[in-house]
């Protein structure tokens, strides 16, 4: 009798775990409270993977010897629940597909710089010429990718949700970026909680592997002493020099480890702003552990494109820069962007709040940000928290009107920053219909 695989959710990893379990010899169910899209249902109905969507059918799902859940289900919810109390083992999709991967892997995680630092260091060790493949919260499922085969390498982003489903992935690098306060709702309202997910990404390593984290961030340090490594480290930092990881000096980063070590000037990195060294050290230590050599991390870190609507040249249009963040989702993702720049800024910000405080943001906004647009259904708690630290306040639930206004407060050598520090769904899809529609309002702006 095949072993029976229940997968909850049929999202990007769901299908991409059904098709990995249907190719290994398990007999697979997938459950979706919800609908199912159309092509999804094509490719498990190719396969002959049973499904069922609109509702969790109990005897099915708990009839399972093991259950695959999506990152975005919590484990509050009542099926979770009643598996949990049924003793039925509950994990993630990347760590069903770490069993059938030989490939080395690099995890990068971390509250903010996770995305930019994983196609960083993905960029790196492609650009070398290496056997590699990109998984996780970027891109294709890792599961789903497996069903065609196997890299040597596989640089993988992963978020809190899913270490949460971890049992035996052992990276062979990871990357820790840092650690703010973010999907507390998930963890109690408890920041120990959330810490305590990011850092137990390192309990299954051992002394030949290596971990790498920020040494500036104290959630971290607070964090590891809980729970120690086993794994050799290397640390970022720009406020302390160590003869080896990596260190910022305002200038230049300079990077050493295995009797290796690289000065690069910001001039020769494409990527801007403080947090964005780190993210460029952390990767470098990556890659040079991997075996990728010094000039061709020059080169990538002159090359490298950013994801989208990650501090995303939009254009300049009458000498003023419009960038596209709209990936900056929390306050902190926003600190960092708006610190980015020596420039003027007109910043455009808001949506859905997630219980922000807008405090940590003052210094920066009352130094460089002379306009203020809310753009959200309710922006009261966003304008009270600026009023009197910035000139002028609007608000409009246009995103047109939003630029149009960019463009009439901005002027040459201006920033115009969309940056919301706020999940979208008030007005938008998510945060790339945001980011989109941000796009082409400022290239009809252009023409």
């Given at each position: 009798m095949n072993k029976k695989i229940v997968i909850l959710g049929a999202g990007e990893s769901g299908l991409g775990a059904a098709l990995l379990a249907k190719q290994q010899g398990y007999a697979v169910w997938v459950s979706d409270m919800a609908a199912i899209s159309a092509s999804r249902k094509v490719s498990l109905i190719a396969a002959g993977i049973a499904f069922e969507e609109g509702k969790h059918t109990e005897e099915e799902i708990l009839s399972a010897d093991e259950i695959i859940k999506s990152p975005g289900i919590p484990s509050k919810a009542p099926i979770v629940k009643l598996a949990f109390e049924k003793g039925i083992p509950i994990i993630d999709e990347l760590e069903f597909a770490y069993r059938f991967s030989n490939g080395k892997v690099i995890a990068i995680t971390g509250t903010n710089g996770k995305t930019t630092t994983t196609l960083l260091t993905y960029h790196m060790l492609k650009s070398a010429g290496m056997d590699v493949g990109l998984a996780g919260n970027v891109g294709q499922s890792w599961a789903g990718q497996l069903v065609?085969?196997?890299?040597?390498?596989?640089?993988?982003?992963?978020?809190?949700?899913?270490?949460?489903?971890?049992?035996?992935?052992?990276?062979?690098?990871?990357?820790?970026?840092?650690?703010?306060?973010?999907?507390?709702?998930?963890?109690?309202?408890?920041?120990?909680?959330?810490?305590?997910?990011?850092?137990?990404?390192?309990?299954?390593?051992?002394?030949e592997d290596l971990v790498i984290y920020n040494a500036d961030d104290l959630n971290i340090h607070n964090g590891l002493v809980k729970s120690p490594i086993s794994a050799s480290v290397l640390t970022v930092s720009t406020s302390s020099v160590s003869n080896v990881g990596g260190y910022f000096d305002g200038n230049s980063i300079a990077v050493k480890t295995n009797g290796k070590s690289i000065k690069i000037g910001t001039s020769e990195i494409v990527l801007k702003g403080v947090h964005n060294m780190q993210n460029a050290m952390s990767a470098t230590?990556?890659?040079?552990?991997?075996?990728?050599?010094?000039?061709?991390?020059?080169?990538?870190?002159?090359?490298?494109?950013?994801?989208?609507?990650?501090?995303?040249?939009?254009?300049?249009?009458?000498?003023?820069?419009?960038?596209?963040?709209?990936?900056?989702?929390?306050?902190?993702?926003?600190?960092?962007?708006?610190?980015?720049?020596?420039?003027?800024?007109?910043?455009?910000?808001?949506?859905?709040?997630?219980g922000n405080d807008y405090s940590v943001l003052f210094p920066v906004v009352e130094d460089q940000v002379k306009a203020l647009i809310c753009l959200g259904v309710d922006n009261e708690k966003l304008k009270s928290a600026f009023a009197g630290k910035v000139q002028k306040i609007r608000e409009t639930e246009d995103i047109a009107q939003a630029v149009a206004w960019g463009l009439e407060y901005g002027e040459k050598g201006d920033v115009v920053l969309l940056s919301p520090a706020c999940a979208s769904f008030d007005l938008f899809k998510n945060y790339e219909d945001r980011g989109d529609q941000f796009k082409s309002a400022v290239r009809a702006l252009k023409k």
């Open positions: 065609d085969g196997d890299k040597d390498w596989w640089v993988i982003e992963v978020s809190s949700f899913q270490i949460d489903g971890f049992v035996g992935f052992k990276p062979a690098i990871a990357i820790l970026t840092n650690i703010t306060p973010d999907h507390l709702d998930r963890y109690d309202y408890k920041l120990e909680n959330y810490i305590a997910s990011k850092v137990s990404l390192f309990k299954n390593m051992e002394a230590l990556a890659a040079l552990t991997a075996g990728v050599g010094q000039e061709t991390i020059r080169t990538a870190l002159k090359d490298f494109q950013n994801a989208p609507h990650r501090m995303e040249l939009v254009d300049v249009v009458k000498g003023i820069t419009f960038v596209n963040d709209s990936k900056g989702t929390n306050v902190d993702a926003t600190a960092y962007a708006l610190e980015s720049f020596e420039e003027s800024l007109v910043w455009i910000a808001g949506g859905v709040d997630k």
